[in-house]
């Protein structure tokens, strides 16, 4: 008889030591230069935490067991993710994308491009429920479209990100939105309200910054050159140019509106940019598959033009995909060998007061982020770890999974080796860090729900009670959907701390 291994959890050197190289590495690669792709640091913190993992008893078959059931639940992300490499494909060499570029160049100033830019991925995100499908549609015409206005291209990603994160967050056909409230155990639409009091605000924070930017700030001049020379470009390629090439574009907001799932939605959309390319540009069967598989060429003598055309196609995905397999299966690996037990145990136990709980929820969302490099694990630990506390302080279920969206899905865009990161720095063409300072929303919001729940706003209870976003007396309301037995141990809890006056009563 084979006896059973001792494992027990690493100390909290040992727990940091993949952080820390990690983290080492990827400063590095940014000061000195190196220019390296963030896969190899990510793979080498996975294999430090194997050594750490083996250190403390745990099985190699039960570490790769981690990283494989980690990735497998994220394995319909990787899909779409393919699939919009597909999606972009056939939109380029159909004209959908060239189109939009072409036609908006004739509507938008330098003065409304910003504003405008923030509002319309916004509008295209709640409808999609994909901030990396607005990313790879309208961010990359935007980024063209700007780029001939002289706008700062990091600025231009910023806009998109604000805006197409905010849609994103706000809709219900978002695999994010529904992981948060899933994971927390409240209803979608109970999060999706939650919400409000502090994504929404972000936004308009934003778009202030945004217009106040594009009003007094320096965007540079208006080069006719360049605009004459894409315009050129783009007609010279395509055979036909019409506004009846941005119909894909309706199809996918009707698509998104009867809920088509993810996965056949995007495959749907292509076959639409397939059938328009046969259609009006005259594209054979062979070329579809070419467009899905590798995407858009063209040489057409203008290097802005090339950039806007020659992109899209499966493989084009393959680096993010590729990024984000590292990342997930390291998070796994790091989750296994408990060092986020670890390093977070004792901040649970030492949690006394609704913003500490808050604060907290934030904290470990955007560190599972900046460890494990997935956004999802950023939404899925911090609700295993937290959920009982919140029940245990007569906090409402949806206050968790807002706290995680806050924390987790808006920070993931603005860390360089999270799958998010790289996609979003992919697709736009500008560095992760480059973009960082100008993604408003993303930074605001969450500043906007720590500072609220520091004064007491914006708080909600088991029992449907809540604050406003300055506080304030305490609001009667319907209570967020949550498991049955949670929500009565949660009303219980309230009910005694109102009692003992810890909290206030509903109307004080």
Partial sequence: ???????????????????????????????????????????????????????????????????????????????????????????????????????????????????????????????????????????????????????????????????????????????????????????????????????????????????????????????????????????????????????????????????????????????????????????????????????FEAETGDELADALLNRGGMDSMMWTINMALIAIGFGGIYSRIGAVETLLGGMIRSIKTPFQMVAATLLTAMFCILTMCDQYLGLIIPASMYKEKYDEMGLARNLLSRCQEDGGTLFSPLVPWSSCGAYHSSMLGVGTLSYLPFCFTNIVNPIVSAATAAWGGNMLYADGSRTGFFGGKVKAGAPCKAPAEAREKAVAALEELRANGTYKKIGE
């Fill in 1 to 295: 008889m084979s006896e059973k291994r001792a494992t027990r959890l690493p100390s909290k050197f040992e727990a940091v030591i993949p952080i820390i190289v990690l983290l080492g590495l990827m400063i590095c690669n940014y000061v000195m230069g190196w220019g390296q792709d963030p896969h190899i640091p990510v793979l080498l913190a996975a294999i430090a935490a194997c050594f750490v993992g083996a250190r403390c008893g745990v099985k190699y078959q039960e570490l790769i067991a981690a990283a494989i059931d980690s990735i497998s639940q994220s394995f319909e992300a990787f899909f779409i993710l393919m699939f919009v490499g597909c999606l972009v494909g056939s939109f380029e060499w159909c004209g959908t994308i060239p189109a939009l570029v072409y036609y908006g160049l004739k509507l938008f100033t330098p003065t409304i491009f910003l504003p405008a830019v923030c509002l319309l991925c916004t509008i295209v995100g709640l409808s999609l429920g994909s901030s990396y499908t607005v990313s790879a549609t309208l961010g990359i015409a935007f980024m063209t479209i700007g780029q001939t206005m002289g706008v700062n291209p990091a600025l231009i990603a910023g806009a998109v990100l604000s805006g197409a994160c905010t849609g994103d967050k706000f809709s219900p056909l978002s695999d994010s939105t529904n992981l948060a409230a899933a994971s927390a155990q409240t209803d979608l639409f109970d999060h999706i309200r939650a919400m409000i009091g502090t994504t929404f605000p972000a936004f308009i924070i934003a778009f202030i910054g945004y217009c106040v930017i594009a009003v007094f700030g320096e965007s540079g001049e208006y080069d006719p050159t360049l605009v004459n020379g894409l315009e050129e470009g783009i007609i010279n390629t395509f055979d036909y140019m019409s506004p009846v090439l941005l119909l894909p574009i309706l199809v996918i907001i009707i698509v998104a509106v009867i809920k088509v799932p993810g996965v056949p939605g995007v495959l749907l959309v292509s076959a639409v940019g397939c059938i328009f390319a046969v259609l009006f540009q005259g594209a054979s069967f062979s070329d579809c598959i070419t467009m899905v598989h590798y995407g």
